[in-house]
């Protein structure tokens, strides 16, 4: 344990995190020491251990004195173990918790598990090595014009100047900002990989994953926005978010369905919510997979949709059908109408109108009149003369 | 069996274990780049393209859900769906003027005009991957590329690849005649006149019979004279059910 020494255990420039474990125990060989619960963390540099209780606690090794590494299975009453036997510490090491110890090996302790993973990672880092290649610097000083001072520019010259270092400083941001977004995306990449294994599994087990193991999974999916690539019929790619927000669209559409005659289409919908999130709005997709539960949830207001594709929601207590009724009387008392003079008749939009009056044909109560100045639709007199 | 099943449902739920904590460690390391670089998304449509891009690649769709990481943490979301929003209030306003069917230019222009003076710039990438987004809503929202540009639709009419190359052969000057047609595309004169009335019932399409040598077919999508004009009171009543 005398190879360690104290840090901050903030990252250093070009230092990545890899993986990092809860509940993990250190000893010095064979004995225990005070490091009794922490979180152990990887990164492409060093071994950080961080005390949980005392967050001010922190103490790490570079991987570059790990000699070699083993497994120890676990037994009853003992957590599985990584043993990480160690070079002699070196003559200008930082100062740590430990000045001797007479063990060339320290004991990692996974109590809450997570030996598996960290082992086949350390494991990984041990091979590629990658802290010979990525030099690392002290974290960022806030003052970062200590070596050239701030000159005081003065009249054009300085201007320019200014505008110099100003555009350089956008340009250097800009690309590190893109160079941090291709590491990011790496490491989404590789979220990506486990959940197309995950999902192979899952189709060969064909039934043996849990209702449970399926709802959790699918939740990963949503989070990191990977496209659901099993279905299951009973909720479609909805989740538990989408159930809860089918439950609040019942609430929120209750009164806005009612004063728009029980019916309104989706992307009516969509514009009513967002307008009133303000923030935290829901995307399309969001709408459309809680709106899919509605019916299953037995909730007040349902999705329909018609065959031109067009979604609505209506209220439980609305019957199109009957309102088709009413709009074959209101054709009949005009001789004819278009979809857009139906539309401001009635108050409604001139979509839903549309489809009203489409259903009611399907139905057999119009007839269309397809022609060059629109579509026009007639009661069926072959229906109701014959 | 009963062995094997179980095996089974450990390894299923090991690596579920495994996933649930790389996620943790993935929103963490979102979280410390959304800290760095959040302005740069909000400001830069060159990134929202790179950023786009980078997630295609790998499989990632940063707008499926508003519940997502990415939404939730680097703001994403909210920009593209409020946009979605604004090009939905746009398509509902013009629709009676042309049908439902506009140029991506026109769109471009009165969205910026909606959104005011001190809003985020908005690219025309930005608008055809909100408008991507709202195709799922079922409201007909679709893209059809024409000349160098696109025409949006968003009305639940069909328009299929008869229609489509009508539009394209259209572009060039607003409007299109039969005889083009015949000539450019080598059809009869009975399919053309069949496209051509089909645009002309869903109004994306007027006739002026008195254009000098036959009758001009006109599309009020491309009447570049009508971008800019300002969208009237009642059109924005229109827009707002």
Known sequence: MDRFSWTTGLLELGETLVVQQRGVRLSDGEEKVKFDSGVLLLSTHRLIWRDQKNHECCIAVPLSQIVFIEEQSSGIGKSAKIVVHLHPASSNKEPGPFQSSKYSYIKLSFKEHGQIEFYRRLSEEMTQRRWESIPTGQAMQVNKNTQAGRIRAVGIVGIERKLEEKRKETDKNI????????????????????????????????????????????????????????????????????????????????????????????TEVYCLVNRARGLELLSPEDLVNACKMLESLKLPIRLRIFDSGVMVIELQSHNEEEMVASALETVSEKGSLTADEFAKLVGMSVLLAKERLLLAEKMGHLCRDDSVEGLRFYPNLFLTQS | QAKYKERGTVLAEDQLAQMSKQLDMFKTNLEEFASKHKQEIRKSPEFRVQFQDMCATIGVDPLASGKGFWSEMLGVGDFYYELGVQIIEVCLALKHRNGG?????????????????????????????????????????????????????????????????????????????????????????????????????????????QAPEEPQYWLPALFTELYSQEITPEEAKEAIP
């Open chain 1, 175 to 266: 690309s590190e900002a893109f160079e941090d977004l291709s590491k990011l995306m790496e490491k989404a990449k590789e979220m990506v990989e486990l959940s197309k294994s995950i999902a192979n599994k899952i189709k060969e087990k064909q039934g043996d994953i849990t209702e449970d193991e399926t709802i959790r999974f699918k939740s990963y999916l949503l989070s990191m926005g990977i496209a659901n690539p099993v279905t299951r019929e009973t909720y479609g790619s909805g989740t538990q978010y989408h159930m809860q927000l089918a439950k609040q669209l019942a609430g929120i559409l209750q009164t806005p369905l009612e004063e728009r005659g029980g019916i309104m289409s989706l």
């Open chain 2, 101 to 209: 069917l506009i140029t991506l230019e026109e769109l471009h222009q009165q969205v910026l005009k909606g959104r005011g003076k001190f809003a985020q710039d908005v690219s025309q990438d930005d608008l055809l991957r909100a408008i991507k987004k709202l195709k799922v809503l079922g409201n007909g929202f679709g893209i059809i590329p024409v000349g160098g540009t696109y025409l949006i639709q968003s009305v639940p009419a069909e328009l299929n690849m008869d229609h489509t190359v009508v539009l394209q052969l259209a572009e060039k000057k607003g409007f299109v005649t039969v005889s083009e047609i015949k000539s450019s595309l080598k059809w009869e004169t009975e399919r053309a006149k069949q496209v051509l009335e089909h645009l002309l019932k869903e109004g994306m399409a007027w006739l002026d019979e």
